[in-house]
């Protein structure tokens, strides 16, 4: 009995020993977000770096080591840290990866499950694992600096936030146009309201859907298109219809006939301008600073046939008595057309007054500093003359 009772202890001693010898190594891991918080227009495309912290706290080396993201926390690792090849016992492996999501998230926290495998020997490998949770948080970008705006969300600001480049472009591309030169922009009330509905425009098609970077983009590109194109028709306006002392009586015929501008030169006007006194039919230009011009005279072209030539110089007499005032636009086009076409020749009848003396140029603009009327009589702009 003596001896069995030996045997059976000593095969407890025995069975007590192996299973200390079989306990697993002491492993701690630590995986730490190397920012407070993620800060993105989207969540989907955000790149989360992390900080991996394993410690080997046993006898045991480890080999082996490996990074796995569970895939319900709806993350993947695109980096994966360096582990190396053999981690000694009583040591710490400290790397980088990085994380990304691999479905839609909203902004906010959300908790993603890690385990870190490894290896280690005891007369047979063994693989064990560790596994630790850790918090990645989404934020808006400037969601911090929104909350001292009014409503304090960071919803209402980025709402707002297209509003300032379309309002810098707008205004920078506008004073080039009025030829105030390149200035740098400021807040002015002048260009508040196009930039505003500029900004809540391009947020509403793009911004849902679209990095904040390329809204912003849009909404400079937008805030500058706009007067860009008011730039361009304007250009196109004076190119068009605009009075210069080079034009010739027929182009300065077409100009003050077919211009849409209100003036068409039935008013002779006399006014001080420039500290000088000036006499002229009244037009306008397409920005809307007056000119003075000649009235101009328009005489049949003769066929040989006697009822054609009385019946266009009847015509003409009606066309041309009708630029006292009363011509309609169809009346002034086909003035013009007797004289593109051919049938009517168009010259000087008289020319702008200056100090009371004759001016020889066609029109007067740029001198009219100042411009103030004291007479104005009703003339026809034409006058017929056989």
Known sequence: MRLRAVVVFLSLL???????????????VQA?????AIEADDPA???IPMTLVVTNASERPL???????????GFTAIVKPSFPTT??????FVGSFELAPRQKFEFGKHNVVLTVQYQWDDA??????????TVVEFRRLLEDEAKALPGGTPALFFLLLPLIPALFAYQIVDRLRRGEG?????????????????????????GTRYLRALVLIVAAAVGAVWPALRWAWESYQRRRWGFRKSDDPQTYLRKALLSPRRHHGASWVTAKAGGEIWSGALLEQPDGHPVLGMRL??????????????????????????TAGTATRKQRSDLYTEVEQGRATVKAHEVVIRNGGQHAEIIVAEELVGFERQKVERKKFVEFVQ
């Open 297 to 322: 005279q328009v005489s049949p072209v003769q066929s040989g046939n006697a009822n054609e030539d009385k019946s266009r110089a009847d015509r003409l007499t009606v066309l041309a008595d009708a």
């Open 45 to 47: 495309t955000a790149k």
């Open 87 to 92: 981690l000694a016992p009583f040591s710490t």
């Open 63 to 73: 080999t082996h080591l490996s990074l796995a993201v569970d895939p319900a926390s």
């Open 14 to 28: 025995a069975a007590m020993a192996a299973g200390a010898e079989l306990k697993a190594p002491s492993v701690n």
């Open 182 to 206: 390149l200035q740098f922009p400021v807040f002015e009330s002048d260009y508040l309201f196009p930039a505003c509905c500029i900004g809540l425009l391009v947020n509403y098609v793009i």
């Open 32 to 36: 730490v977000l190397r920012r407070p």
């Open 124 to 133: 047979t490998t063994y693989t064990s694992a560790q596994s630790v949770t």
